[in-house]
């Protein structure tokens, strides 16, 4: 057991990382659960079809509403604190919807609530997670530790807790909730044992939030190589949000695949993120990461163009294998970049900032995807998302240079 544990937490990562790791493991185990039993809960209490797409709004809405918020504040609190703090409210949370359901008195406006505030309270969770890594491990060692916090996400909450969250959903509605408030409540204690240095924020300064937030802002703007990975985030996220938010109906009626085959699809690429996980070690002793992330987006454009011409869904398993270690691999770099680039006090200012990227890109996306799939077709999506990615790539191929050096331009703002 011992040579497992170093195998995946080296000793030089520190104890603070192995209480980390250990905390994102229970907790997006908790959260894999509930990716299948959410839905499943709202489709149990109602046959709208507006209330049932409200649930997926009120998941993704919380980033885009609460996220510079939650930067901000984790740039001038305890971040041991707030994490606390966001995941005893999801306890809390889940506990009350357990004891609804158990009581047989949930509605489908408590249901939703429920779901609303846990997007809430992870946002501030998961953000100020990202800021304590670097805390925790020396900055040579951000690509592994990010690595193996990454295998988890795919492993627990993509594979392995979806698939638990049906069958205990099957077996009682309040199973799964009850066992993603049992795995939430362990990631707490976890985390409350971890010890964090001081994050820079000067003792005594002065200045509201949205001053905070816009000195993110600026930082963000001033440094290149930050900047143009934020505006290849989002560009990427919005090509990848065109396709994806028509991927079920390109499963059938492109590939031919019932509902089963589009949940094989999925899969199929988490276990390629599995792959990129057990080749990332060797990659980044090899390969830089400025020309990982160029690599990989040549990948993602080339996806595209595949998906689009392809009506086999044994190519196309192929393909999404194939995406599924570049989505892992690029995922992983980007934030070991992002990580040793910004400075520990704007850790959670920049990071929000990317998250704003990220899910507006996907948001944008979604709307542009499902209006080139209701007038030209279901294969409009995946022919937009491969002409806006390789122009994106041939504009920006020189600036994705500077990402390769971007903990070598530290950049200071004034407030």
Same mark, same amino acid.
């Given at each position: 057991?011992?040579?497992?544990?170093?195998?995946?937490?080296?000793?030089?990562?520190?104890?603070?990382?192995?209480?980390?790791?250990? =905390?994102?493991?229970?907790?997006?185990?908790?959260? @894999?659960?509930?990716?299948?039993?959410?839905?499943?809960?709202?489709?149990?209490?109602?046959?709208?079809?507006?209330?049932?797409?409200?649930?997926?709004?009120?998941?993704?809405?919380?980033?885009?509403?609460?996220?510079?918020?939650?930067?901000?504040?984790?740039?001038?609190?305890?971040?041991?604190?707030?994490?606390? $703090?966001?995941?005893?409210?999801?306890?809390?949370?889940?506990?009350?919807?357990?004891?609804?359901?158990?009581?047989?008195?949930?509605?489908?406006?408590?249901?939703?609530?429920?779901?609303?505030?846990?997007?809430?309270?992870?946002?501030?969770?998961?953000?100020?997670?990202?800021?304590?890594?670097?805390?925790?491990?020396?900055?040579?060692?951000?690509?592994?530790?990010?690595?193996?916090?990454?295998?988890?996400?795919?492993?627990?909450?993509?594979? $392995?807790?979806?698939?638990?969250?049906?069958?205990?959903?099957?077996?009682?509605?309040?199973?799964?909730?009850?066992?993603?408030?049992?795995?939430?409540?362990?990631?707490?204690?976890?985390?409350?044992?971890?010890?964090?240095?001081?994050?820079?924020?000067?003792?005594?300064?002065?200045?509201?939030?949205?001053?905070?937030?816009?000195?993110?802002?600026?930082?963000?703007?001033?440094?290149?190589?930050?900047?143009?990975?934020?505006?290849?985030?989002?560009?990427?996220?919005?090509?990848?949000?065109?396709? #994806?938010?028509?991927?079920?109906?390109?499963? =059938?009626?492109?590939?031919?695949?019932?509902?089963?085959?589009? @949940?094989?699809?999925?899969?199929?690429?988490? $276990? @390629?993120?599995?792959?990129?996980?057990?080749?990332?070690?060797?990659?980044?002793?090899?390969?830089?990461?400025?020309?990982?992330?160029?690599?990989?987006?040549?990948?993602?454009?080339?996806?595209?163009?595949?998906?689009?011409?392809?009506?086999?869904?044994?190519?196309? =398993?192929?393909?999404?294998?194939?995406?599924?270690?570049?989505?892992?691999? #690029?995922?992983?770099?980007?934030?070991?970049?992002?990580?040793?680039?910004?400075?520990?006090?704007?850790?959670?200012?920049?990071?929000? $900032?990317?998250?704003?990227?990220?899910?507006?890109?996907?948001?944008?996306?979604?709307?542009?995807?499902?209006?080139?799939?209701?007038?030209?077709?279901?294969?409009?999506?995946? #022919?937009?998302?491969?002409?806006?990615?390789?122009?994106?790539?041939?504009?920006?191929?020189?600036?994705?240079?500077?990402?390769?050096?971007?903990?070598?331009?530290?950049?200071?703002?004034?407030?």
């Amino acid at each position: 057991m011992s040579r497992l544990v170093e195998t995946i937490a080296p000793t030089r990562l520190g104890a603070g990382y192995r209480r980390l790791l250990a =905390s994102s493991w229970a907790t997006n185990l908790g959260d @894999g659960i509930a990716i299948a039993a959410g839905p499943l809960l709202v489709a149990s209490l109602t046959d709208n079809p507006f209330l049932i797409s409200l649930a997926a709004l009120l998941r993704w809405a919380p980033p885009l509403v609460f996220g510079l918020y939650a930067g901000a504040l984790s740039d001038r609190l305890d971040r041991r604190m707030i994490m606390v $703090v966001a995941n005893l409210a999801r306890t809390v949370i889940v506990g009350v919807l357990v004891i609804t359901l158990l009581t047989d008195t949930l509605s489908i406006t408590g249901a939703l609530l429920a779901l609303s505030l846990l997007s809430t309270a992870e946002v501030f969770a998961d953000n100020t997670a990202a800021t304590v890594l670097p805390m925790l491990v020396d900055r040579d060692d951000l690509a592994l530790a990010n690595s193996r916090l990454q295998a988890g996400f795919i492993t627990l909450n993509q594979l $392995v807790g979806p698939a638990i969250g049906a069958a205990l959903f099957a077996a009682g509605t309040a199973w799964p909730f009850l066992s993603q408030a049992v795995l939430v409540a362990l990631g707490v204690i976890f985390v409350s044992r971890i010890a964090l240095p001081a994050h820079g924020r000067a003792t005594g300064s002065t200045g509201n939030l949205w001053q905070d937030i816009a000195e993110g802002f600026r930082w963000t703007l001033h440094h290149a190589a930050v900047r143009t990975l934020v505006l290849t985030i989002l560009i990427f996220n919005i090509t990848f949000g065109a396709a #994806w938010a028509v991927l079920v109906l390109y499963a =059938s009626k492109r590939l031919g695949m019932g509902p089963v085959g589009f @949940g094989l699809l999925t899969t199929v690429s988490a $276990v @390629g993120g599995l792959l990129g996980t057990a080749l990332y070690g060797w990659i980044t002793q090899r390969v830089s990461l400025g020309n990982i992330m160029r690599i990989g987006l040549v990948i993602e454009t080339l996806t595209h163009l595949a998906l689009a011409m392809t009506t086999s869904p044994w190519l196309a =398993s192929a393909i999404f294998f194939v995406f599924g270690a570049h989505a892992f691999i #690029w995922g992983t770099t980007s934030i070991t970049v992002r990580q040793r680039a910004v400075p520990s006090e704007l850790q959670g200012r920049v990071g929000s $900032v990317n998250m704003i990227a990220t899910y507006g890109g996907l948001v944008a996306g979604s709307a542009i995807g499902g209006t080139l799939a209701e007038h030209h077709g279901v294969t409009a999506p995946f #022919w937009f998302a491969f002409v806006g990615s390789a122009a994106f790539v041939v504009l920006l191929w020189r600036e994705l240079t500077r990402i390769a050096h971007a903990d070598e331009q530290p950049e200071v703002v004034a407030a």
